[in-house]
């Protein structure tokens, strides 16, 4: 099974940021086990959805020749639970990037508040290969997209 965690790109700068958006609800598979004070957003998930943003972008900002991959974490900070109602607004940016690697740094929104943030993650650039059909890739992308190329974004 894969988990698809990001529901929509709002805004993408090819090598340099990308925006995105997740929806969270009660109805996904990793609220089955609740805690004590109601269902709460994985935080190992939360760095997931900010990974799979990097991913998006790297393979966007080649044409769907590279992707990224996560080879370590850098500074990780929790503000708060995320919780089934919550829109997560999504921002992954580079901060350095040569060939074979990058750094990426991100955050995690609901509103105006962070609620979490990821500094200076380091990702390997490696060719797409036998990885993923990009093909398929692409129309991933491309849903993840669609609402902005119908607006005129």
């Known amino acids: 099974m894969r988990f698809y965690m990001v529901d929509r790109i709002t805004e993408l700068k090819k090598g340099v940021s990308v925006k995105g958006l997740k929806n969270v609800s009660v109805a996904e598979e990793f609220f089955h086990d609740t805690s004590p004070n109601g269902p709460v957003f994985p935080a190992p998930l939360l760095i997931e959805t900010l990974a799979q943003l990097g991913v998006w972008f790297m393979a966007a900002s080649s044409e769907f020749e590279k992707r990224a991959v996560l080879l370590s974490l ?3 900070n929790f503000h708060r639970p995320v919780r089934p109602g919550d829109r997560l607004l999504l921002e992954d940016w580079i901060e350095t990037q040569t060939d074979e690697a990058a ?3 991100g955050r995690v929104m609901v509103g105006d508040e962070v609620v979490m943030e990821m500094k200076e993650c380091m990702c390997a650039i ?7 059909d990009k093909a398929h890739t692409r129309m991933m ?3 993840l997209t669609w609402l902005n190329s119908a607006a005129g974004n």
Do not use: A, D, K, M
Not at 126 to 132: A, F, M, W
């Open 74 to 76: 850098g500074e990780v």
């Open 103 to 105: 750094v990426i740094s």
């Open 126 to 132: 490696v060719p797409t290969g036998n990885l993923e």
């Open 141 to 143: 992308f491309e849903w």
